[in-house]
């Protein structure tokens, strides 16, 4: 059952019809907001508490990976505005494109998000899984993904950390439960996300789309837009902790 | 043929040949609709299947408080009833009831639209209230739930040994189902009001539901995440409430209430927009202070997020934080206060009239006056470190939720029944019922305010045996009670189908809602309503059938009001 801008009964005019639709989206994303907020509260109350062990597991994350992944969230977004402007002026050919590379940046950001879980389960930085903040330290030869200059940073600030925190290895572990909880929250939005971009894909290959009427594309950047700025924050307070040095 | 006519002088009325109910037949036309009214009807019929579960647990905790020693459940069975009494009712029966029910039917109505603004959202709610309900009952027919409805860690998380995930996981999944709704309302007030019903017009059912819509909206997706970080602690190993990892109980508990206070918001603001409607209707006279109550609805529905920490208060919190909330507890009870003195107010000078809403409302005066005043007491510190965790807790959110909501919803219920259902209901007969379920609320939870003042601790499985008399004054309060719950639930199916039949606008009242045949068709309004008239302006509506005092002219409306 596909529509191509026809107004729906409880409507009177396409305008109110697009306005509401609108709105919805606008008060969806504000309940995302308070979601995340929730962890976010955690994340915050518990960096303050715990400030080396949370220094400490920032560190292991690899800073060119997060880095790289910010840009391609950032480029995703650019194609995702460009989907809607095309669709805005009614470039029907190009909203599949736009929408096609959005998709495929997405998919880029999963891949390292992939590669990034991985190096965490083999580095014994799963939250109760024989977890072990000094394991790659201790263990280098486990580790042959860090290179000999992040090690020799990783074995000082976890000296360092030690020190300041006897208790390091518990409280780590809330640092890589705050990680895995808004990482993970984050990519299960982005895979409904992509979900979505899936479905405005077929959709515009089949030409729906118009200047008339582009309420999905409309609706569907915002929410992409919604999942990149989550990123936005998610990457320094994560990525960035105590990286001044 | 004049279906707009509301004057009744000529023959028995008959209901109008098509309307949603008749529109389309069989199971998929119920299952697959999108209409608005047909969607408030199977969630009728959920929300009362789960209060009679509710209900059931209920039973289960006054049976076995007979007796001071705990004869007839083991304690983690006991445990387990009031877990799930609370988990029942509060999630799939309070916060849902009245916006799922009169909320769907009549916002659409009361501000002149033919449906909601995303009616197939609408029913999508439906079904994930289904969904989360079906995880819920899972849980408890597999080990139950036994943690209280709070959920509270590290027993939620680390030691219970009861159903907990799928619990938490059906409560989860209905938090959308809220969510969705309020997102709805709130959507549909601002997009799709009748030309002439400006935000000042509407009915003050809308504009609390209005409130209602922000808090479910800003409060919902909170407890969704405390409840995912509780599983995700009990099935991962996350630790953000383990104190082994640093984490802290406390965190959840300031997490879990920065929801569930204004949850209890989301419970009796749709109330309290019932008895906006039913005061002025069966008082004949104009609501007092409508931007008051208005603002007051708003007011409720901000400050309520600030006072979460008194249910804190005995956590080791600084004195300086528990005073603050306290300061704000006491702040929040004011635009409730201003609702009551408006409701009063607008009783004076009226045409009082005791149908059967009218004395729900009386009801809801009383008992939510109660409530609301002992939870004045809960919220000074000096008070609360006496009766926190005891009974006193319990009777003071008996009388909001039960005396205050379930009034409202059954109120509510009865009001607009003949708009739902085309109907009466048999009117002494109700009345009765609402005298016995009176009776039997009182019995069953005022006792429990001097239980615990006395010092009767909530939650315990055993008591002193000098409690004992108040204990069983209580049990029978509740079979009085019970009786007060099923005699409506039997006698609206009746009449459902064999009432007399209503016409467009029984009582008179003054809202749009009344101006559509009785029931309403499938689109609402044949032709889109343009408005003129003030909200409850009884005397600028001739058509009414009043005159300037209210009262029903010669020939008018009604035979005389209540007396069949």
Redesign the interface.
């Known amino acids: 059952m596909h529509r191509t801008g026809a107004l729906y009964?409880?409507?009177?005019t396409l305008e109110?019809q697009k306005?509401?639709a609108s709105?919805?989206m606008w008060?969806?994303l504000?309940?995302?907001v308070?979601?995340?907020?929730?962890?976010m509260?955690?994340y915050t109350?518990?960096r303050h508490?715990?400030y080396h062990?949370f220094a400490m597991g920032s560190q292991t994350l690899s800073i060119q990976l997060g880095t790289l992944n910010t840009g391609v969230l950032l480029a995703s977004s650019f194609t995702m505005a460009m989907a809607v402007w095309a669709a805005q002026v009614g470039k029907k050919k190009l909203i599949p494109l736009f929408l096609a590379l959005t998709i495929v940046l997405g998919f880029i950001f999963f891949g390292v998000k992939y590669v990034e879980y991985a190096q965490k389960f083999h580095h014994h930085l799963v939250?109760?899984?024989n977890f072990d903040i000094a394991y790659c330290v201790n263990n280098p030869s486990q580790c042959e993904d860090i290179n000999a200059k992040d090690m020799e940073k990783e074995r000082e600030e976890l000296t360092a950390a030690m020190e300041a925190d006897p208790?390091l290895n518990?409280?780590a572990?809330?640092y890589y439960?705050?990680y895995?909880?808004m990482t993970g929250?984050h990519a299960l939005h982005m895979i409904i996300g992509a979900g979505l971009l899936f479905w405005l894909l077929r959709g515009s290959l089949a030409g729906r789309f118009s200047a008339e009427w582009n309420t999905p594309v409309d609706l569907v950047g915002l929410y992409w837009h919604f999942v990149d700025i989550v990123w936005i924050y998610l990457f320094p307070l994560l990525y960035l902790i105590d990286r001044h040095k | 043929m004049s279906t707009s006519s509301t004057i009744n002088t000529g023959p028995a009325l008959k209901l109008p040949e098509k309307h949603y109910l008749n529109a389309s037949y069989g199971i998929r036309s119920w299952l697959l609709t999108t209409d608005h009214k047909r969607i408030a009807l199977l969630y009728l019929a959920s929300v009362t299947f789960f209060f009679f579960i509710g209900g059931f647990f209920a039973m289960m905790i006054r049976l076995h408080l007979m007796s001071p020693y705990g004869t007839l459940l083991s304690a983690d069975t006991y445990n387990r009833m009031f877990t799930m009494h609370g988990v029942t009712m509060v999630f799939f029966f309070l916060i849902p009831s009245i916006p799922a029910v009169l909320g769907n039917f009549l916002i659409?109505l009361m501000v002149g639209?033919?449906?909601?603004?995303?009616?197939k959202?609408n029913l999508l709610s439906w079904y994930i209230y289904i969904i989360g309900g079906s995880f819920t009952l899972y849980s408890m027919m597999t080990g139950g739930l036994d943690t209280g409805w709070t959920f509270y860690t590290p027993l939620s998380t680390i030691y219970s040994n009861s159903a907990v995930a799928p619990a938490v996981v059906g409560v989860f999944i209905t938090g959308f189902s809220s969510?969705l709704t309020g997102?709805n309302f709130?959507?549909t007030v601002?997009?799709?009001r009748a030309p002439g019903m400006t935000w000042f017009r509407l009915p003050l059912f809308v504009w609390a539901h209005y409130a209602t819509s922000v808090v479910m909206?800003?409060?919902?997706?909170?407890i969704?995440?405390?409840l995912?970080?509780a599983a995700?602690e009990r099935v991962?190993?996350?630790?953000?409430f383990n104190p082994?990892?640093?984490?802290?109980p406390i965190?959840f508990q300031h997490?879990f209430w920065?929801y569930s206070h204004p949850a209890v918001y989301i419970m009796i603001l749709p109330a309290m927009g019932v008895i906006s409607e039913l005061i002025p209707t069966f008082a004949r006279k104009k609501l007092f202070g409508y931007h008051f109550v208005a603002a007051a609805s708003l007011a409720i529905a901000v400050i309520g997020f600030l006072v979460w920490a008194h249910h804190m208060f005995l956590t080791g919190q600084s004195t300086y934080a528990a005073l603050a909330f306290s300061f704000l507890t006491f702040l929040v009870a004011i635009p409730s206060a201003v609702k009551v003195f408006n409701w009063t107010a607008t009783l004076f000078g009226g045409s009082i009239s005791f149908d059967t809403p009218m004395l729900y409302a009386f009801g809801f005066l009383g008992l939510f006056l109660v409530g609301g005043l002992t939870g004045l007491f809960l919220g000074c510190l000096g008070i609360d470190m006496h009766v926190h965790d005891t009974y006193f807790v319990v009777a003071h959110f008996h009388y909001i939720m039960v005396g205050g909501a379930v009034m409202g919803y059954l109120g509510g219920l009865h009001f607009w029944w003949p708009k739902i259902t085309g109907r009466k209901y048999p009117e002494w007969l109700a009345r009765i019922a609402a005298l016995v379920l009176f009776v039997g609320f009182n019995l069953t939870f005022f006792p429990q305010f001097v239980l615990g003042y006395l010092g009767m601790p909530r939650r315990y499985h055993v008591y002193p045996p000098e409690f004992q008399v108040y204990n069983v004054m209580s049990t029978a309060g509740a079979s009085i009670l019970a009786v007060g719950y099923l005699l409506p639930m039997i006698y609206l199916m009746w009449a459902a189908f064999y009432g007399e039949v209503a016409g467009n606008n029984p009582w008179p009242a003054t809202g749009l809602e009344w101006t559509t045949p009785s029931p309403p068709p499938t689109?609402n309004f044949e032709v889109?309503p343009v408005v003129t008239w003030e909200a409850y302006d009884f005397h600028n509506r001739p058509e009414l059938g009043l005159d300037v005092l209210g009262v029903p002219r010669h020939g008018g409306m009604l035979p005389a009001h209540g007396d069949d």
């Open positions: 009964g409880q409507f009177e109110q306005e509401t709105l919805g008060i969806f504000v309940t995302e308070m979601f995340f907020g929730g962890i509260l955690a109350i518990n508490t715990y062990a939250p109760g899984r208790d518990a409280h572990q809330l439960s705050a895995f909880g929250l | 659409p639209a033919k449906d909601l603004a995303f009616p959202i969510i997102l709130l959507v601002h997009t799709m909206i800003l409060g919902t997706p909170v969704a995440i405390t995912g970080l995700m991962f190993g996350l630790g953000f082994a990892m640093g984490g802290d965190l997490l920065f689109e889109t």
